[in-house]
């Protein structure tokens, strides 16, 4: 299959992406359906694992949206068997450096681009032999993560790295390692100067730039400011918004 959000960006086109904490492949059936372009596990933060992973992966599967991740870190044992699980996309958090978005790229890549072991259990067409190691290192989407000041005053280096796909700014942490509130949906003027530096500098490289979003709205806004990737908070917290809403409307 081929990577939908890759197409997406190479014609000029945002996309939508949810994302899941919820470690069950009901809700993650049902989420799937929901008009997504992409879908993310979420297993840094909150209660999913491997094997919810790959639970969510199947409850999705069937609907036609792109399955991604976020690691827990950047390690290669964890990039490795998300992608052999199916993921075409890996984001990952906190890469600060030059060198360590060039060892993400590594765990992402099949030989001669990177190390990634053979063994898509799950991936190549549930463990029977196939061609997706021909396609791998064309469709899986590598996305390091930008959080930190470290990461700022690194970003050069860390786009220019070949093999690197797109950027996916986290708020709260960047937030937080600039001395800020950690929040969503950012409106400091120092914030929005950082943003217009992303978007400059992913741009001129052919580089995707994603946001992490508390609103539908603010999400909209960002993708006329020119980032290619929104999430929209996440299952859990759209769940609780909205069951909070109906309380209070049923309540008067």
């Not at 993310?40 to 999913?48: P, R």
């Not at 217009?196 to 992490?212: Q, V």
């Not at 960002?222 to 309380?247: C, E, P, Q, Y």
Request: glycine share 10%.
């Amino acid at each position: 299959m081929a990577n939908k959000v890759k197409e997406a960006w190479k014609s000029g086109k945002a996309v939508v992406n949810g994302w899941l904490a919820i470690p069950n492949a009901f809700s993650a059936e049902m989420y799937a359906q929901c008009g997504w372009d992409s879908v993310t596990v979420d297993m840094q933060h909150g209660v999913q694992d491997y094997l919810s992973c790959v639970a969510c992966f199947q409850g999705m599967q069937p609907h036609g949206v792109l399955p991604m991740v976020r690691v827990p870190w950047n390690e290669p044992g964890i990039v490795g068997k998300v992608l052999d699980a199916g993921a075409y996309g890996v984001i990952c958090p906190m890469v600060n450096t030059e060198a360590e978005a060039r060892a993400l790229v590594q765990y992402a890549k099949y030989p001669p681009k990177g190390t990634r072991s053979n063994g898509p259990i799950r991936a190549g067409s549930y463990g029977s032999g196939g061609t997706y190691q021909k396609t791998a290192n064309d469709e899986v989407l590598v996305i390091p993560m930008i959080e930190t000041q470290t990461a700022l005053d690194n970003l050069e280096a860390i786009l220019d790295v070949e093999g690197i796909d797109a950027i996916y700014v986290g708020p709260s942490d960047l937030g937080l390692s600039l001395g800020m509130e950690p929040k969503l949906d950012r409106e400091e003027p120092e914030i929005m100067k950082i943003y217009e530096r992303l978007l400059k500098e992913t741009d001129k490289r052919g580089i995707a730039a994603g946001l992490h979003n508390g609103t539908p709205e603010y999400a909209n806004k960002m993708i006329k400011m020119g980032f290619k990737l929104v999430t929209i908070l996440n299952d859990v917290g759209l769940m609780v918004n909205a069951a909070k809403s109906a309380v209070k409307i049923a309540r008067g």
